[in-house]
């Protein structure tokens, strides 16, 4: 028999935990029964997010560690840059999930499963599983992420989890498609090695192989940090390439010669300005990767994810329905993110220019402000200066036939 519910959330990682607990926490939600689905336990610590933000943005009360000052390594920049207001910060998953399960442990109304999502059927709102049919009045999905085909990963790697759709502006529009993907240790050091107080921004100082690709470090103590080479390219690597890449990181910019890995962790981020709409269909909407939530040009999506979802349920509380085009950037930031996108695909100025143009011309909070799309059209006049402008210039004028489908 399939059960009914009046939310179901088919993904409970980040932003379907997000947006369960904001709904639960509002009296407009009082009384509506919940159901969360996620095939994993979620008692691993799967990723570490980060993300900068100001004393004002309301965080989940699981900060594990916030630096105040960030190097940065570039093009002939090497700077400590001083980042106040902002703190950056970091919060492991598996503290992430902890919370978020004590917190639905206080709402009656919120169950959470372990199963398999088979399939979503829109229309009737029914959530098939290896564990029984769930049938939601809205559907949540953040399971299944659909992006026109990425290129084939590395078979020494799992596919990364992003399925096959058509293309909304027709075969003939050419929607950049790359990857963030990233291999990252926690190192520990017989002796000190690290200054706790400052992290790692982006470092540069790698040979770039016609791509973009930097380390950072998240220290945690004095002989403590997690290193993680970073790469925004179409394709996965082989995998010998990152660790090659740590190991002569760690041994040469670090100086560190004897360390032990404690963990390690791989990610892969699409990052596309395929337009994800539609946003909603049927009785589903689509939130987190697979809402278009990262950021296309940075990868970056907790703090977005966090402020949309937010967002979402205050117009949902207000208005008496969700509203899903809350939930889509303005439209000039997804321009700048596309424009970005293919300049770097282009690699007509690569990550490594473009990011060490920025702030070594720039304070750090502009760049922070026009990343977290709360500049004005002044500050992004004083941004488009900083980087070689011309090749962003014609690659903007590529990209107008896109514009009416970003
Ligand atoms: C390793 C890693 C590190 C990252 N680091 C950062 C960072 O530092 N800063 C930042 O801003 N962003 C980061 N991101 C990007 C982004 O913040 C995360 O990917 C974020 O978790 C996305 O949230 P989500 O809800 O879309 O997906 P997820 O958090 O992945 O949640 C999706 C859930 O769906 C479940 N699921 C999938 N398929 C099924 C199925 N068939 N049946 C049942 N359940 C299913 C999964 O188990 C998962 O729990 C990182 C991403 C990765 C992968």
Redesign the pocket.
Known sequence: MTQQYDLIF?????????LALECAGRPFFLGKKILV????E?DRN??????WATGDEPLPPVVFKSWEKCLFFGDQIERVLDIAPYRYH?VR?LDFYAWAKSEMAKHPDIHRIT????EIDAVSGTVK?DRGDFQGQRVFN????KIPVLPAANAEYPNP?FSISGNPAGPEHDFTRLLQH?KGWLIETPSPAFDPGIMTFMDYRLEQEGETRFVYVLPLTETRALVEFTVFSPALCPAGVYDAALNRYIREFLKIETFRIEDS?????PMTDYPFTPVSEGKVIH?????G???ASS???????QRKLRAFADAWEQNGAPDPAVLRAAWRFRFYDSVMLRVLRDQSVGGKAFFSGLFRQLPPQLVFRFLDEESTFADDLRLLQAPPTWPFLKTALKQLPVLPYI
Do not use: Q
């Open positions: 088919a993904g409970g990682g980040l932003s379907g935990l997000t689905i996620d095939r994993d979620k799967d990723r570490t997010w980060c993300f970091m998953g199963a398999n999502i088979l599983t953040s399971a299944f992420t989890p990233f962790e791989f990610g892969v981020i939130i987190g990767t697979a809402g939530f990262v950021k990868g970056y999506a907790f703090k977005r994810t």
